[in-house]
């Protein structure tokens, strides 16, 4: 059974910083790997996917790898600004397109 | 596309009594997911349908739980009788049979006393 963990659980760092969430599952014959972000009272919006075949993607100061090998994933966020607060939830799609979650990493960045 | 519509937003309720929360999911996507999301259990997936079917509702908790989907823009989920430890966020997802993500919906906070 797929099971997906967040580290850390939540995390404070001040603006301007960079910063790593990572994200770990446990098997490794996944289709696909997604970052989510949820913000309070909101749904989930997609920020980044990464194909099984691919090792990393990039979207402005979001980048995220891909190790299937070790069953890791990091989001690496650049230079945090406080709009960047929110929960990030790493999701791995198995087949017959089910999406398993993590627990999520509370991030908050103070101004 | 407005995106996913869910109904109602918040629902407070007392034990026993029958809950049904509604989503519209967006227009010409084939697959439409119900989750539920809770702080000790995080987002769990319920049932998935695919073109009005349900494919998988292996994660639906208990017979007191049915979800339907009569046509392509509506489905609904019914929880009878209700019970406290079904108080969660209930979230809707579309996603097109070409499209690699799911769009979720604003959610239904639901309580249950």
């Known amino acids: 059974k797929q099971e997906v963990t967040q580290i850390p659980a939540a995390l404070s760092v001040p603006e301007g910083e960079n910063l790593v969430l990572n994200c770990s599952f446990t098997?490794?014959?996944?289709?696909?790997l997604q970052w989510f972000r949820q913000d309070p009272g909101k749904g989930l919006t997609s920020l980044l996917l990464?194909?099984?075949?691919?090792r990393e993607q990039t979207s402005g100061r979001l980048n995220a790898s891909l190790d299937k090998s070790s069953g890791r994933s990091t989001l690496y966020i650049a230079a945090s600004q406080p709009g960047d607060s929110a929960t990030y939830l790493c999701?791995?799609?198995?087949?017959?397109?089910?999406?398993?979650f993590g627990a999520g990493t509370r991030l908050f960045v103070k101004a | 596309d407005a995106g996913v519509i869910q109904s109602p937003r918040h629902e407070v309720t007392e034990m026993g009594q029958e809950v049904t929360l509604r989503c519209k999911p967006i227009?010409?996507?084939?697959?439409l997911f119900w989750y539920r999301q809770t702080m000790m259990r995080g987002l769990e997936l319920l049932i998935y349908?695919?073109?009005?079917?349900?494919?998988?509702d292996s994660g639906m908790p208990e017979d007191r739980f049915s979800a339907k989907m009569p046509n392509a823009s509506f489905s609904t989920l019914k929880i009878q009788p209700s019970e406290p430890r079904d108080s969660a966020v209930y979230f809707c997802?579309?996603?097109?049979?070409?499209?690699?993500?799911?769009?979720f919906g604003p959610g239904t906070r639901l309580l249950v006393l």
């Open positions: 999701a791995v799609g198995t087949g017959g397109f089910k999406t398993i």
């Open positions: 227009s010409g996507h084939d697959y």
């Open positions: 990464i194909q099984s075949s691919q």
């Open positions: 997802a579309s996603r097109g049979v070409s499209e690699e993500t799911q769009y």
């Open positions: 349908f695919n073109n009005n079917v349900p494919i998988d």
């Open positions: 098997d490794s014959a996944i289709y696909n």
